[in-house]
């Protein structure tokens, strides 16, 4: 049995001796195991311990430089790459991938056929691109952008646009609100019509240069909780301006479109005074029948016209 002599510390190398030691145990064959040189790890635990420890003084303000941060840091940086490095082999950590692009704003649209909408209606996907489409035939002078004339003025129920433009919800999906106003000049009579709008919606149209660019009809009303009902509930009273509002989801636009844009194309231009300069760059139509419409007309001595009422979102330009 050898009398290899130890090493002095866990931070030492076997020194010349101890070698010499080991080759000729072996030599012998009776050697019992090369000296093993202290772990790097047993090494920085020794020096920490036999370093000497300075009392802390408080902070002078000046941060310590960072060479000797650095210093200070390296083991343990070197430390944290191996972990890191074994855990990305493994398979522990995802690799970052590239997100794929997102989707066109274009393609939050319908196809260009008929097809039945979430919530209600039908789509006009059919009729994309057609110049002039309305599904209620419209009344002669319905979409004219000049108001009656004072010789003249309105009388009769009357249908207008209070609101309209895109809303997207918390999924992202979204469509386009439109508030829909309702008024009875020249009368004092009221005027209740029914909350499915004579059983058949409402009707929209929004065309553009090159025609239908979304449209859907049937689609129900959302009448505010505070609108007058009948005793059955199956009236809303909407005189004196009341409304209600429909929505057109994104299902009903023609494809290439999306809420948005569309929306924002409703708006006609205007100067820095808020004075309208000309037309939108899209026309909307709303329409809708209900029976009651055409009674409070009659009972005015006025055509009933079908129970049809109208509204455009074009407005009269500045005149120069």
Known sequence: MSSLPPAQGPDESPSDEQWEAFLRDAMEGGGAGAPKEASARDRLAAARVRRPRRPRRPRSGTARSATAWLAAAAPWTAVAAVVVFGAFQMGLIPVPRSSPPAPAAGSASGPAEAV?????GTSDGDQCGTKGYHHFPLLAGATDVEPPSPASPASGPQL?????GYAADPDGEGGIVIGLRFTTPGTKKPLRVSRTLGGEGAAVEIEGPDGLVAGAHGL??????????????????????GGGEIVVPAEALCPGHDGDSVA?????????????TGPPPYRLVVSLRDPAVGTLRTTLGLPAGGGLLSAVNLVPAARS
């Open 264 to 276: 924002r194309s409703l708006v006609p231009p205007a100067d820095s005074t808020g004075t309208v």
């Open 160 to 164: 207008s646009l209070s609101h309209y």
């Open 116 to 120: 039945s909408l979430p919530g209600g």
């Open 220 to 241: 129900p009303v959302s009448w505010p909780s505070a609108a007058r009902e009948s005793a059955s509930g199956a009236s809303v009273d909407v005189s004196d301006g």
